[in-house]
């Protein structure tokens, strides 16, 4: 089976840059995507297609992907950003998509 | 705006089956791809299912494939998730998540979810 590897935690001050990486084989043709999660909420997609931001999702979230890794940075994180993060793609055949083992982000 | 209720959730005994539904409200419903994503409790999200959006094609993750369907009613916005032969591993908030217009545009639209809890 295909999987995704994220760090389990992060750290970051107020107004610092956090970053998120994820790993996979197939990130190296397929498409990344990032998940926002707040504790006790439904998931909300905060980029897609490695570096594309949604309508509505502030600007302090970009993302790349380089080879086999993905990254989600958020620059200048604020306390509001503070949620769990699963990157997503999908399996070589494009049919079975995949998240990622989540990150969780504090901001303090 | 994009609405989608998941119902059907609550407590069922190992073996048995259970039946999940979403109701989709404020989009084309027929125009969009259908997932079911799931979360054990403390866990990480987990990829179920998916339908196209004219129904002709379903995939699954390997560990449902065989117990669970996938289907839907363009007539009546809404999308299903039958489950058969429970365990406690299915225990899990069940989402329903609507993939974006285009090609490659990720699940931009979530429900709130359903509890399920396999459980004698």
């Known amino acids: 089976s295909y999987e995704l590897t994220q760090p389990p935690s992060v750290s970051v001050s107020p107004g610092q840059t956090a970053r998120i990486t994820c790993s996979g084989d197939?990130?190296?043709?397929?498409?990344a995507y990032w998940y926002q999660q707040k504790s006790g909420q439904a998931p909300v997609l905060v980029i897609h297609?490695?570096?594309k931001r949604p309508s509505g999702i502030p600007e302090r979230f970009s993302g790349s992907s380089s080879g086999t890794m993905a990254t989600l940075t958020i620059s200048g994180a604020q306390v509001q950003d503070e949620a769990d993060y699963y990157c997503?793609?999908?399996?070589?055949?494009?049919?079975?998509?995949?998240f990622g083992t989540g990150t969780k982000v504090t901001v303090l | 705006q994009v609405h989608l209720v998941e119902s059907g959730g609550g407590v069922v005994q190992p073996g048995r089956s259970l039946r999940l539904s979403c109701a989709a409200s404020?989009?084309?419903?027929?125009?969009?791809?259908m997932h079911w994503v799931r979360q054990a409790p403390g866990k990480g999200l987990e990829w179920v299912a998916v339908?196209?959006?004219?129904?002709?094609?379903?995939y699954y993750v390997d560990s449902v494939k065989g117990r669970f369907t996938i289907s839907r009613d363009n007539s009546k916005n809404m999308l299903y998730l039958q489950m058969n032969s429970l365990s406690a591993e299915d225990t899990a908030v069940y989402y329903c998540?609507?993939?974006?217009?285009?090609?490659?545009?990720?699940?931009?639209?979530w429900g709130q979810g359903t509890l399920v809890t396999v459980s004698s």
């Open positions: 997503s793609s999908t399996d070589s055949s494009g049919n079975h998509r995949v």
């Open positions: 404020g989009f084309t419903f027929s125009s969009h791809g």
């Open positions: 339908i196209w959006f004219d129904g002709t094609n379903k």
């Open positions: 998540a609507r993939e974006g217009l285009w090609p490659d545009s990720g699940l931009d639209s």
């Open positions: 297609e490695d570096s």
């Open positions: 197939a990130l190296s043709k397929k498409y």
